[in-house]
Nanobody
Framework: QIQLVESGGGLVQAGGSLKLSCAAS????????MGWFRQAPGTEREFVGG????????YYADSVKGRFTISRANAKNLVYLQMNSLKPEDTAVYYC?????????????????WGQGTQVTVSS
C-alpha cells in the first residue's frame, strides 16, 4: 500500500504558474511510475503527465506539453508538477497516482494508488 497526498493547489490568474507536490508514504517510492491526472466538473479524469522511476523520463498529454513539467525526488518521496502559462481550461482537481513498474501508463485504470486531489483554479 502506498499513500499519496497532493498539495500546492490554489487560485491563479491566466498566464501564471503553480507548482503541485505529491508526497508518498507507506512503502518504498522507488519502482513506481508516477502520474498526474486532472478532472474538471462534469468531465472524465484525464491524463496530464507521468514520470518513470528507473530513468525519470517524462511523458505528457499534448494539451500540456511545453507548459507543464514533472519531476521527482526519490530520496524525499516527492513528485512535482510545475505548471506554467496556465489557462482557464486548466482549471480542475489535480490527482497524483502511482503504479509499480517501468511502463508509461496513461489510463486511469493502469494506476493503482491515488491521492485525494488538490483544486487548481485559473481565472481569466
Amino acid at each position: 500500500q502506498i499513500q499519496l497526498v497532493e498539495s500546492g493547489g490554489g487560485l491563479v490568474q491566466a498566464g501564471g504558474s503553480l507548482k503541485l507536490s505529491c508526497a508518498a508514504s507507506g512503502r518504498a517510492f522507488s519502482g513506481y511510475t508516477m502520474g498526474w491526472f486532472r478532472q474538471a466538473p462534469g468531465t472524465e479524469r484525464e491524463f496530464v503527465g507521468g514520470i518513470t522511476w528507473i530513468d525519470t523520463s517524462t511523458y505528457y498529454a499534448d494539451s500540456v506539453k511545453g507548459r507543464f513539467t514533472i519531476s521527482r525526488a526519490n530520496a524525499k518521496n516527492l513528485v512535482y508538477l510545475q505548471m506554467n502559462s496556465l489557462k482557464p481550461e486548466d482549471t480542475a482537481v489535480y490527482y497524483c497516482a502511482a503504479r509499480f513498474g517501468v511502463a508509461t501508463p496513461r489510463r486511469v485504470s493502469e494506476f493503482t494508488f491515488w491521492g485525494q486531489g488538490t483544486q487548481v483554479t485559473v481565472s481569466s
